[in-house]
Structure formats: structure tokens, C-alpha cells
């Protein structure tokens, strides 16, 4: 089992409506959660950090943590042609001094349509 | 505020050769990562400093890399005897401080080509 997991996509949704990515992981310890954005050719971008379970808004975007079910997912509200991207989740495994890393899913490409 | 810088963005050799991958993190990042990324594919954890220390350099993949960061600022990412195998792009990411709560920010990349 990979320690995280995505589903690559494409996944294709029309511009103005709303898309769901998601996210699985391993390792139940783990204690912070990354979105990145990367556009083709270019590097990830941050866009969300999530550390608790439940919603983080910010923005069209929203971050949805759930640590007993070991998911985590990113809501792109009233999609534009410009969020297609790939959307790489990130999560962080704390284990003191030593520790401190990510570990990435392979990503999800985004298309929106005009 | 600069964000984080890479030097080279490009960077072709043959097989064999010796590189030097530079990366300036941002102004007043202490934690400064190392990862790699193949086409297709996350970005692979390679090694993380804390300050002037290696703290984490588990994911080296193997002797021929090496990386340091002497003034605690500034790393480099030194690769012995390329191989075709470590053409990737190279990205440094750099955080406030030590800790699983610090958002990490990434750099351009270095694209490493080894013919």
C-alpha cells in the first residue's frame, strides 16, 4: 500500500462547477496535510494546509480532514480554466527532530472545460 | 521577499560527470529540503537540514549524493558519477522553522539531464 494515495486522473469537470479531489493515506500518526498546485513545467505551489479534522476554507478552495478514516480532500468551488493544474496532496508524519518530511501522492490531474 | 531560488534551472551533463545543484531558501527559513521529481510522479523526499546540520538524510538514494549547507543558508546538492537514472528535476523547499505544522515553500527546480 502506498502512504499516499491519489487517483491521477484526469478528472474533468465544466468551468463554475465544483470539483473534488481526494486523498488517502497510510499512516495514522500522521499530524499535518498539504495541497499543492502544480502547473505543467512549473513547481508545486502551496494552496491549503489543513491540521485538525473538519473544514478549512480559504477562499473558492476548501480543505476537509478526516484522521479516522485516514482521507483528506480539496474542494475547488465555481472552477475556472486556470485551476488546471495537478493537485499533489501532502502529508507529514511528526516524529521529532529527524522527522520532518513530506511524503507525496502521485497527484490529480485537474481539467476544467470551458 | 524573495521566495526560494535554484541555480541552475537547467543543467545537461553526460554521464559520469560531477554537478552542483545550488538553492537559497527564503530569508529566515532555518529548514531547508531536498526532494526529487520524475515525470509523473510526487516529489520524493531526499534530505532536510535544520541550520548547518543534515537532520533527515534518509532519502538519498545512495553515496554518489551528498549535500550540504555550511553557513546554515545556502545548500548544495552535490551528485558524483551521474548516471542516466538521476535525470529529474532537483527542488528545494524551504520552511520558517523546524516543524510539522511549517508550511514548506518549494523553489523553481533544477532540471538535471544526464545523456
Known amino acids: 500500500q502506498k502512504e499516499v494515495e491519489q487517483n491521477s486522473g484526469p478528472l474533468s469537470v465544466p468551468e463554475g462547477a465544483i470539483a473534488s479531489l481526494n486523498c488517502t493515506y497510510s499512516d495514522r500518526v500522521s499530524q499535518s496535510f498539504f495541497w499543492y498546485r502544480q502547473y505543467s513545467g512549473k513547481s508545486p505551489e502551496l494552496i491549503m494546509s489543513?491540521?485538525?479534522?473538519g473544514d478549512k476554507e480559504d477562499g473558492r478552495f476548501t480543505a476537509q480532514l478526516n484522521k479516522a478514516s485516514q482521507y483528506v480532500s480539496l474542494l475547488i468551488r465555481d472552477s475556472q480554466p486556470s485551476d488546471s493544474a495537478t493537485y499533489l496532496c501532502?502529508?507529514?508524519?511528526?516524529?521529532?527532530?529527524?522527522?520532518?518530511?513530506?511524503?507525496f501522492g502521485t497527484g490529480t490531474q485537474l481539467k476544467v472545460e470551458l | 521577499g524573495a521566495g526560494v531560488s535554484q541555480t541552475p534551472s537547467n543543467k545537461v551533463t553526460e554521464k559520469g560527470k560531477y554537478v552542483e545543484l545550488r538553492c537559497d531558501p527564503i530569508?529566515?527559513?532555518?529548514?531547508l529540503y531536498w526532494y526529487r521529481q520524475s515525470l509523473g510522479q510526487g516529489p520524493e523526499f531526499l534530505i532536510y537540514f535544520q541550520g548547518t546540520g543534515a537532520a533527515d538524510d534518509s532519502g538519498l538514494p545512495n553515496d554518489r549524493f551528498f549535500a550540504v549547507r555550511p553557513e546554515g543558508s545556502v545548500s548544495t546538492l552535490k551528485i558524483q558519477r551521474t548516471e542516466r537514472g538521476d535525470s529529474a528535476v532537483y527542488l528545494c523547499?524551504?520552511?520558517?522553522?523546524?516543524?510539522?505544522?511549517?508550511?514548506?515553500?518549494f523553489g523553481p527546480g533544477t532540471r538535471l539531464t544526464v545523456l
Open positions: 523547499a524551504s520552511s520558517r522553522k523546524e516543524s510539522s505544522y511549517n508550511e514548506q515553500f
Open positions: 501532502a502529508v507529514n508524519l511528526w516524529k521529532g527532530r529527524g522527522g520532518n518530511k513530506l511524503t
Open positions: 489543513i491540521y485538525s479534522n
Open positions: 530569508s529566515g527559513h532555518t529548514a
